[in-house]
């Protein structure tokens, strides 16, 4: 098969997930380390995901998934910057290939992939669509992304047929009440330094939920308490002092709410937070 076409059959395997991977490894100075990662998109073959620091090419991996029946050994094809993180390839070996079945991969927020709001018209989103593809296409020279335009491809096939798009938003209206894994680190309970982390962390999601959906910008100490999986007492501080600070603010309606001042935060400080950074993207 011409190296054209093996490429194009290996982009369309690949399946976006954000489920979260426990990676084992032994360092260079034959230490055993260990690592919780984002995952990025899987396919038959191999698993790229987010470490926190570069792994060398050819370093084998033991791999496990947190929702999923995957787990094996892998080995490191490529580690490359990416922010505060690294963008790290890993090829499964040949007994788990095995183990791999595509679909196995929650889907990505679709919406933000196209950059609309979910109650965008079918005229919107076939509008939005075409220009991103124009500038994501491979052909582009100057912003062609081969992973981004197929995302984009994706998404628009969902979202452009009307009962694909209700079973969507079925599937993500369920996926919306579940708490968010990143909230499950434990940069996020213990002591002032988790006090400090659930602040940027409660930033981040109404800093979402602003660029998501201007019309309703808020959420409420409930949507916080279900989306942080954290009892009342543990954020009624972190609310204050945001709202002390002039980073959030309460409306009428009891909801919270970022303001400029906390979105400045947001993009000054989550770049060096590799968790914050995740949280971002989630």
């Known amino acids: 098969m011409p190296d054209g076409r093996k490429q194009e059959r290996r982009k369309h395997e690949r399946r976006v997930t954000h489920t979260f991977f426990t990676i084992q490894w032994v360092d260079s100075h034959g230490r055993t380390r260990s690592e919780r990662c984002r995952g990025i998109n899987v396919s ?5 995901i987010e470490t926190g620091e570069e792994l060398a090419p050819g370093t084998l ?3 496990e998934s947190e929702r999923h029946e995957l787990n094996g050994t892998a080995a490191v094809r490529h580690s490359t910057p990416h922010g505060p993180v690294f963008l790290t390839g890993l090829e499964f070996s040949e007994e788990t290939k095995h183990g791999v079945r595509l679909p196995l991969l929650e889907s990505v927020d679709y919406y933000e992939t196209l950059q609309v709001s979910q109650n965008a018209e079918p005229e919107t989103i076939r509008r939005v669509y075409r220009i991103m593809a124009t500038r994501f296409h491979p052909d582009n020279a100057q912003t062609g992304d081969a992973e981004r335009f197929l995302l984009l491809n994706q998404a628009y096939e969902v979202l452009s047929n009307p009962e ?3 079973r969507y938003d079925a599937g993500r209206q369920v996926a919306q009440h579940q708490a968010l894994p990143e909230f499950e680190l434990k940069e996020f309970v213990d002591g002032i330094e988790g006090e400090r982390n659930r602040r940027l962390g409660v930033l981040c999601l109404l800093y979402n939920r ?3 959906d201007a019309d309703h910008p808020g959420l409420s100490l409930l949507d916080l308490e279900r989306l942080m999986a954290f009892p009342r007492e543990y954020l009624e501080f972190t609310i204050w002092y945001l709202k002390e600070r002039g980073l959030a ?3 009428d309606n009891g909801e919270c709410s970022i303001t400029a001042a906390g979105a400045d935060y947001v993009e000054t400080n989550s770049p060096q937070h590799a968790v914050l950074h995740r949280l971002l993207k989630s």
Do not use: A, P, T
Request: net charge positive; charged share 45%.
């Open 44 to 48: 038959k073959s191999g698993v790229k």
């Open 61 to 63: 991996v033991n791999l």
């Open 164 to 166: 694909k798009r209700l």
């Open 210 to 212: 602003r660029r998501r």
């Open 249 to 251: 603010k309460m409306g």
